[in-house]
């Protein structure tokens, strides 16, 4: 019997991990456990700030300092862990570093693993089942759904993480940045330019 059929005893459970989650949250604010406001706050934190800024530093060191770049791409587990970036999910590291000649896109097609570390929270895309049965598929089409359009002679690798290795993707350096040190050169390295579905921000 199907799992959507309404009179599968499943279905009267949530489906959704977001509902049992919610229903989590629901009661605890009721019991007075917890405030929303501050969830909210802890779940943004981790999403946009702590996370992908742990990651963005990564990325600056190595466009200003060769030699660290080159340790990076030889063994970045032992270079981020140096910087104080290490924990779950971020166990086995690898940098894939993109050229003219090839661009590179995360993804974890059996799940959802991604370098926490480094880049904190998974967002919701790059747990849903659509981002994850097309990057491999189709990767072209779905870096055109982010905005992303790259030149024909542009190859475009898409790397499959499991419990074992996460991927960080190093973007290439914007024109026009020479002058900028690694604080301002941090600004212009989106979440999504070290998972490959978008390209560091040009100043
Ligand atoms: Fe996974």
Known sequence: MPHDDPNHPH???PSD?????????TILTRKGLVDPAALDTIIDTYE???GPRNGAQVV??????P???????????????DLGFYGRQGEHMVAVENTA??????????????????????PGWYKSDAYRARAV???????????????????????DSTAEV??????RRPEGTGHMDEAALMDLITRDSMIGTGLAVTP
């Not at 600056?60 to 300092?65: F, G, I, P, S, T």
């Not at 340790?71 to 862990?81: E, G, K, P, R």
């Not at 598929?137 to 790397?159: N, Q, S």
């Not at 996460?166 to 973007?171: A, H, I, M, S």
């Open 11 to 13: 279905s009267l459970l």
């Open 17 to 25: 991990p977001a509902l049992r989650v919610k229903a989590l949250e």
């Open 48 to 50: 946009n700030k702590i």
């Open 60 to 65: 600056a060191r190595a466009w200003l300092d």
């Open 67 to 81: 030699a660290f770049k080159a340790a990076l791409l030889q063994d970045a587990t032992a270079v981020v862990a």
């Open 101 to 122: 000649e090839t661009h590179n896109m995360v993804v974890c097609t059996l799940c959802s693993c991604y370098p926490w570390p480094l880049l904190g929270i998974p």
């Open 137 to 159: 598929r189709e990767p072209r089409a779905v870096l055109a759904d982010f905005g992303v359009t790259l030149p024909e002679e542009t190859a475009v690798r898409v790397w």
């Open 166 to 171: 996460r991927y960080l993707v190093l973007p």
